[in-house]
């Protein structure tokens, strides 16, 4: 469960101080998937990095399962990241010189998973996200949204308790974005995973339980259906 | 493998530019390699010019200088020349009237008892010691007188050296090989034999058999001797006791005397504690190093020899630090272009250090190959060199001891004959595996600098900021 306290994150412009998130106080539960819309620049992908150990608060705390985030020295910190959370990109962000199976392997890399061990579950992942067949593909090779199917296998294959995305259908065509969003579902209610979505398509937060609007630094949230029934993911393509 | 499989896959996707670093780097440590190769040549060619005077193994030799020539003294061997006549005096004793002058001297050294060559021996640090006469025969015509204005007689000379082949181990007869016929034999030391350089055989027609007039005796040719090329060698050898027995220095026999003395030292570290120990031993002698002597020989070899140690290493360094510069901009171009490719590794949970190895890793391959490649270069830059380099020559000049005036009512001219040689010396430029070593190192080290400053950016690189960035 994250705990986040009156968290601020200021950065400065020259001799102005700009506020990406102000004051912001919120709990995220186990398995609970939130999303988080607004405009851009309004500090949504600022609160996506701190939640996920990629940047740290100019105050305040975030507590992830009790363990203060913002208190972290850097190498705890690397050791959180590579075994607590799965991050997935806009751009994908795959590394474009290696293959699919390479580039979700990358993820296991510093965890020391070993050979055989390693390619079962870079295997296992592709699987999940029906990529089984695209191993060998250099990014080039692939389409965008199966693009990001490697990405989210890449995200998973560690077997994260936290699936954090920053725009996941941003740059993918209507049906793609559904496909993708079926996906992100589909791992959500399997694995129990806590997911945290970032996105400006509110045809992608409302698949959320809970959704919340970034403005100006500020997170208000709009609807929260986290108490109604859990419904059965929609059939992917 | 996985770090082997992204190096490989990372190296290909910028196969242009890391191909130009290569080459970079291989131009750089290319034209180090050379430089090196060139004067490691021309230290040699130096290096054997001086072992032709002083023969393999010597570290030092100790001399003494004679009384320098003045008017007032009678030192030397002096030949007046005057419209109403020619008078020739050795250390005050004079003849006149027209002569043939066949004169052995060791005017250019004064002597040296022959017990100083034991005394020597017993220094601490001395291996061995040998000695010998170094000598020049001296001939010339002297007419009866030579007119106002007229030239001076020329004499011809050529270099004897008295060996003590009985004792000694050291000296130029020990660099030589004999040929044709034989080398001197211990029943030798007291006969009018000798051993013939063989170009100065060549030149004159010599032959084992003939004979070469020393000091006005014929001396019967025993054996011909080639040298290494480049050296300096003498053109006869004699017994020394023979040489003793015929040349003079300063009027006086050689008798019991050496003038040159040959020292080898345990070790070269010694040779500095070797060269004082003789100069309390001897005060008045002078002792040399071959390394010291470097300045007497002048010519294009030693012309070329400065130039490729002054703008040969500059140049080299200027080519090798321009290498470095673009291997680091090109690194830190390509870093810069993967910020946000290594921002996400670090997202996924890569520490830095991992991530520099990684970097570090495709410059050190780049490096070695870069160096590699220097190497060829390297070796075709010498065996460039050494197919188009012109010959050069080594010149050394050594004073005869032998001064000569002619004296007029209105004044007079004089000279002190020196004699010249000059050698051809073929050009070599070998590639020593000290250089081909320092290429690869110099190489890597280019490499392994360029990558620790994309590496330094890395370390630095936040994962939020980087994966801000707009791909």
């Not at chain 2, 896959?9 to 242009?16: F, G, K, Q």
């Not at chain 2, 060139?38 to 032709?52: E, R, W």
């Amino acid at each position: 469960m994250y705990e986040l306290s009156h968290v601020t994150r200021n950065y400065q412009k020259g001799r102005r101080t700009v506020s990406a998130v102000r004051d912001l106080t919120l709990t995220i539960e186990d398995g609970e998937w939130l999303a988080v819309q607004g405009r851009t620049g309004h500090g949504k992908s600022t609160l996506l990095h701190l939640l996920g150990g990629l940047d740290r608060p100019s105050s305040g705390s975030i507590s992830l399962n009790g363990r203060d985030l913002s208190n972290l020295k850097e190498n705890q910190l690397v050791r959180v990241r590579s075994e607590s959370f799965g991050y997935v990109f806009q751009t994908f962000n795959l590394v474009p010189t290696l293959s699919a199976a390479e580039n979700v392997e990358a993820a296991l890399v510093p965890m020391g998973v070993r050979g055989p061990e390693r390619r079962r579950r870079v295997a296992a992942a592709l699987e999940s996200v029906g990529l089984a067949d695209r191993m060998r593909h250099v990014p080039t090779e692939l389409s965008g949204g199966q693009q990001q199917r490697v990405a989210i296998a890449r995200a998973i294959v560690k077997e994260p308790k936290v699936l954090l995305a920053d725009e996941p259908t941003g740059n993918l065509d209507e049906e793609t974005r559904d496909d993708i969003v079926n996906l992100l579902e589909k791992l959500w209610l399997e694995r129990g995973l806590t997911v945290i979505l970032i996105t400006h398509d509110s045809s992608v937060a409302k698949r959320a339980q809970r959704v919340g609007v970034m403005k100006n630094g500020n997170l208000s949230i709009l609807r929260d259906s986290r108490r109604a029934k859990r419904r059965e993911p929609e059939p992917t393509a | 493998m996985f770090f082997v499989t992204y190096l490989r896959r990372e190296l290909r996707r910028r196969m242009r530019q890391s191909v130009f670093i290569m080459l970079g780097l291989a131009l750089g440590v290319g034209l180090v390699v050379t430089v090196m190769a060139v004067s490691s040549g021309m230290q040699q060619a130096q290096g054997n010019v001086l072992q032709g005077l002083y023969g393999i193994g010597t570290d030092l030799t100790v001399t003494k200088s004679p009384p320098p020539f003045t008017a007032s003294n009678n030192n030397g061997f002096r030949i007046t020349m005057t419209p109403t006549g020619a008078q020739v005096c050795d250390n005050g004793k004079c003849s006149s009237g027209a002569q043939t002058i066949d004169n052995l001297n060791g005017l250019s050294y004064g002597p040296l008892p022959y017990s100083t060559i034991a005394e020597i021996a017993k220094l601490g640090k001395v291996q061995t010691a040998g000695g010998g006469l170094v000598l020049t025969d001296q001939q010339m015509t002297v007419p009866a007188s030579v007119a106002t204005g007229g030239a001076l007689p020329t004499s011809t000379s050529f270099y004897v050296d008295g060996v003590d082949f009985t004792h000694s181990t050291l000296g130029p007869y020990t660099d030589g090989k004999v040929s044709t016929g034989r080398s001197f034999a211990a029943g030798d030391a007291s006969s009018n034999v000798a051993e013939v350089d063989a170009n100065y055989a060549a030149a004159h027609s010599l032959e084992v058999g003939s004979t070469v007039t020393v000091a006005k005796i014929p001396f019967t040719i025993i054996g011909l001797i080639t040298q290494p090329q480049g050296s300096q060698p003498p053109d006869v050898y004699i017994p020394l006791a023979r040489a003793q027995a015929l040349a003079t220095s300063q009027g006086k026999k050689l008798t019991g005397e050496v003038n040159s003395v040959y020292v080898a030292a345990v070790s070269a570290a010694d040779i500095p504690t070797v060269q004082a120990e003789i100069n309390k031993l001897l005060p008045s002698a002078t002792v040399t190093s071959p390394s010291s002597l470097a300045n007497e020989v002048t010519g294009s070899l030693a012309n070329t020899t400065r130039l490729t140690k002054s703008l040969g290493r500059w140049l080299a360094i200027l080519v090798l630090l321009t290498a470095f510069a673009v291997a680091s901009l090109l690194t830190i171009a390509a870093v810069t272009r993967r910020v946000r490719e290594f921002g996400t590794l670090k997202a996924l949970g890569w520490r830095s250090r991992r991530v520099i190895a990684q970097v570090m890793g495709e410059s050190l391959v780049v490096g070695v190959i870069g160096g590699l490649l220097g190497v060829g270069v390297g070796f075709a830059g010498s065996a460039a060199i050494e197919a188009v380099a012109p010959k050069l020559t080594a010149t050394v000049v050594t004073a005869t001891g032998q001064h000569l005036t002619s004296a007029t009512p209105s004044g007079s001219t004089s000279y002190d004959p020196t004699i010249t040689r000059t050698v051809p010396i073929t050009m070599s430029a070998p590639v020593t595996l000290d250089a081909i070593l320092l290429a690869v190192v110099l190489a890597v080290i280019g490499a392994l600098l360029a990558g620790s400053i994309g590496s330094w950016r890395i370390a630095r690189l936040r994962p939020a900021d980087a994966l801000a960035r707009v791909a």
